[in-house]
């Protein structure tokens, strides 16, 4: 597969040890924090999983994505640490003992070094440090987890509401958020609207008509409102353009609800 130069513009210029279509957040994060959300290229997975895919649970050759993400650290130079994620609300404190395949769908760290990971194909990677650079996380965002269970508690309140129990308040918080399903391209049911819109009368800003029953969801959109209503009030990166939709753009980005069997890029963050 021959892949695409990305767009030049903020948020999606790579730094030279990087494959071209790899992102590295535009924000204004505190310079000892790094950021990465990785593509297709650089990887020796064959097709479909072509090139880095990084998830091992996907069909793929398992030494495949051993190289692949073997490959990441190098270039990256600091451990990347992988979920088993299963579109819940669970935020794992990370530390340097933690095994890969641990369940959760994000995490959490202050250790140097150690870099909190999320693995994406559709879903919304979103990645967060404290402004004076002492933590940062990456979180796993589908709809579910985004809408949450009881008391439509999601994955991005429960990080901040353990993250304030601990004496970080929400507003000192920044939030990047990756590439996803975009909002022309993710078709869902009354049940998918009525989960966000039962919560927030706000949320049906995300919602476009699109036949009897069903629905244009716009998840970008959606993690913002969550964000700023939970009070993060800095918040960049995913604006639901189309640059960012990972099915419209399949030269750059792995989508599972365009290929059906698809690899998975990977989001993630580290205190250097």
């Given amino acids: 597969m021959r892949f695409s130069a990305p ?33 297709r290229a650089g990887g ?6 072509d090139a880095l895919n990084l998830g091992d649970h996907v069909g793929d050759a398992p030494e495949a994505v051993a190289a692949n993400r073997a490959q990441l650290q190098q270039v990256l130079g600091v451990r990347t640490v992988f ?35 999320v693995m994406v194909a559709d879903c919304l990677p979103v990645l967060l440090c404290s402004a004076d650079g002492t ?42 958020l990756g590439p996803c399903i975009g909002p022309l391209a993710f078709e869902v049911g009354d049940e998918v609207r009525a989960a966000f819109v039962d919560h927030s009368n706000a949320a049906s800003q995300a919602f476009t008509p699109h036949g009897p029953g069903k629905w244009l969801a716009d998840l970008a959109l959606l993690a913002r409102q969550r964000l700023q209503a939970a009070g993060v009030v800095q918040v960049y990166g995913n604006d639901s353009s189309a ?10 980005f792995f989508s599972h609800r365009r290929d059906r069997v698809s690899g998975r890029q990977a989001a993630g963050i580290w205190l250097a």
């Fill in 44 to 49: 020796v997975s064959a097709a479909p999983y």
């Fill in 135 to 176: 933590r940062v996380a990456a979180l796993h965002a589908g709809w579910r987890g985004l809408a949450g269970g009881v008391g439509a508690v999601g994955v991005l309140e429960s990080f901040l509401q353990s993250q304030s129990a601990q004496g970080v308040a929400p507003e000192h918080w920044l939030a990047w």
């Fill in 7 to 39: 767009d030049a513009s903020a948020d999606l210029r790579a730094p030279p040890r990087w494959a071209a279509d790899w992102l590295r957040p535009q924000w204004p994060a505190p310079k000892n924090v790094q950021a990465f959300c990785t593509g």
């Fill in 83 to 117: 979920l088993n994620q299963v579109h819940g609300t669970e935020v794992l404190a990370l530390h340097a003992d933690c095994a890969d395949g641990t369940q959760a769908d994000g995490c959490w760290t202050d250790a140097p070094g150690l870099a909190c990971t």
């Fill in 243 to 252: 640059r960012w939709c990972t099915v419209g753009n399949p030269l750059q």
